[in-house]
């Protein structure tokens, strides 16, 4: 979705696409300066023990992801020539494609990220305490609790080795949490 969302506020694009289709929805994962671009650069050729690109792309992949100088991700870098901001901000200011999108996200997505951090057996307090520490509102709170209620919202019937909590963050989280959306605010 990030790639996607950042592809159509990308000037050099413009006329490729006439439809999108933006996978795990429209979130911002950033961008990066082109100086940071650049320290990253550096970091992945010395950690690599090479000096050019060449050298680079003469290594392996599991080589060259080991010795990356970012993790995980690589981000688009705002380089005030091909890339005059990240993608969020260019459509916050007007500035992309104006093409149809179909705009999705899978059913439990976030649960692959979730996993390594929310511990198997959730308690609803210590979700209430999470969802007041990232909502703030404690009126919001309630009404996602109410919205995600396993009476008003549909979990799976084996929940496996997790708790009933750790299934409602893994929804609140893949469907957006706390957007703005109708569904919240109604």
Not at 22 to 44: C, H, I, P, R, V
Not at 62 to 87: E, F, R, W
Not at 118 to 136: D, F, G, K, Y
Request: net charge neutral; hydrophobic share 40%.
């Amino acid at each position: 979705g990030n790639a996607v969302m950042n592809l159509l506020s990308f000037p050099a694009s413009a006329g490729l696409f006439h439809r999108a289709i933006m996978q795990s929805a429209t979130y911002n994962a950033g961008s990066q300066s082109l100086a940071d671009a650049e320290k990253a650069w550096k970091k992945t050729k010395s950690k690599a023990s090479c000096d050019d690109l060449g050298c680079l792309l003469g290594l392996n992949s599991s080589t060259l992801i080991q010795n990356q100088g970012i993790k995980l991700l690589a981000y688009p870098v705002v380089d005030g020539v091909a890339q005059l901001a990240g993608g969020e901000v260019n459509i916050k200011q007007g500035n992309y494609q104006k093409v149809d999108v179909l705009l999705g996200s899978n059913r439990d997505e976030i649960a692959l990220f979730a996993q390594p951090v929310l511990p198997e057996q959730l308690s609803q307090t210590e979700l209430n305490l999470l969802l007041t520490a990232l909502v703030v509102n404690p009126f919001r709170v309630a009404k996602i609790n109410k919205l995600y209620d396993p009476a008003n919202y549909e979990y799976p019937q084996d929940l496996s080795n997790y708790s009933q909590a750790w299934w409602q963050a893994v929804r609140v989280a893949t469907d957006g949490g706390d957007r703005k959306s109708t569904r919240l605010n109604s």
